[in-house]
């Protein structure tokens, strides 16, 4: 079951990143891990480096995909993209954080959804 729901997460990821090239996002790298934790797809945006959440809900019951990204969950995609930004060498570059959520019948894309505090 749950190398089902990763490759269901692959494939949403996927599909979030093909949107996002869509409107002019180069895609830098999926699932980027370290020990803090994943970020999905991180990107660029004109000048803005974007750590990216995607999330997926396949029906009501499951709950609203944007109501996933919690306060625990913001906070290690936080920590995941201090340590992408020291790894890579990124100094004072502005970042952003958004959010995607998919389910069947729609994409939401929350742009600056949260901050690092």
């Not at 729901?5 to 790298?29: D, H, M, P, Q, V």
């Not at 019951?61 to 919690?70: K, N, R, Y």
Request: proline share 3%; with cysteine.
């Amino acid at each position: 079951m749950k190398e089902n729901k990763r490759a269901l997460g692959t494939k949403f990821e996927k599909e979030a990143g093909a949107y996002l090239e869509s409107l002019g996002y180069e895609i830098l790298e999926y699932n980027f891990r370290c020990r803090s934790g994943e970020i999905d797809i991180i990107a660029r945006d004109k000048e803005y480096l974007v750590f990216c959440e995607v999330k997926y809900r396949n029906g009501p019951l499951s709950g609203h995909p944007l109501e996933a990204v919690d306060v625990k969950k913001q906070k290690t995609i936080i920590r995941c993209a201090g340590v992408y930004l020291s790894q890579n060498g990124y100094l004072n570059v502005p970042c952003r954080f958004d959010v995607i959520g998919i389910t069947k019948e729609k994409t939401w894309h929350i742009q600056n959804a949260f901050e690092a505090y």
